[in-house]
């Protein structure tokens, strides 16, 4: 029994300490208005304590009240993120319905000025080479098309088709080097066929040297030919070359209707003659 106090006399003898003040503090509770000697010395000891636990949780308190701050934050700019997203999707949409309005009220004011009977289609397919010689439109032979029909825009003339299916056609453009319009100069009524030359140009061939032609002259359809109605805009002249020898002039022709932006057609329901 001594070897066992011996042994643990340290721990026995601070359990007796810890005993005997907690036992002479509660004594003295009873006094409630005036703080002793002890009472002071204990609290003294264990303010140092107490302000470090009060700072500890305050600062607990602070940073999680902040990362429940910031996650709101994060939600709600997340909701504001995916609302700017609708917003302007539906802003592009409006654009691009207002564009087509523009185009659609310009191409059936070309069609008010059309004597021949017309029907319009879309754009769905061009061709794969580097200069869109053919187009695809979304109308075919249950729309009445055939092949020779012509192909216009509210800028001029576009081409002619070529193949018909169901419900698609295919139109040879008169940038391509197949295609041959009759054409005349809007100023001085020289005559000549527009030629394609790929890479978005024509040429006006078979213009003889004497005629006279300028650049910027404007070439329309002469009517000629049984395809195309008198009077079609095709293009400007964007160059007059006349050499010293030979009976015709070269002349460049730049189409009136840019066919690498073009969404709406207007096919004319006439068969070539």
Known sequence: MLELIRKYRVYIATSVALVAALA?????????????GFERLVMNLFAPVHNVGS?????????WSDYVDLVNVRKENKSLRESVKILNSRLLESREAGLENERLKRLLDFKATLRAASVAATVIGEDSSPWFKTLVINRGSVDGLAEGMPVVAAGGVVGQVVKVAAGSSRVLLLTDHASGIAAVVQRSRARGVVKGKGKGFC????????????????????GMGGIFPKGLVIGEVAMVK????????TIDVRPAVNMAKLEEVLVLMQKSE
């Open 24 to 36: 002479f503090y509660s004594l003295n509770l009873r006094d409630k208005e005036h703080a002793n």
């Open 55 to 63: 700072r500890l949780n305050d600062s607990v308190a602070g940073v």
């Open 203 to 222: 040429s006006l061939d078979f213009s003889l040297r004497e005629e006279d032609v300028k650049v910027g002259d404007m070439v329309v359809t002469s």
């Open 242 to 249: 006349k050499g010293e020898y030979g009976i015709f002039q």
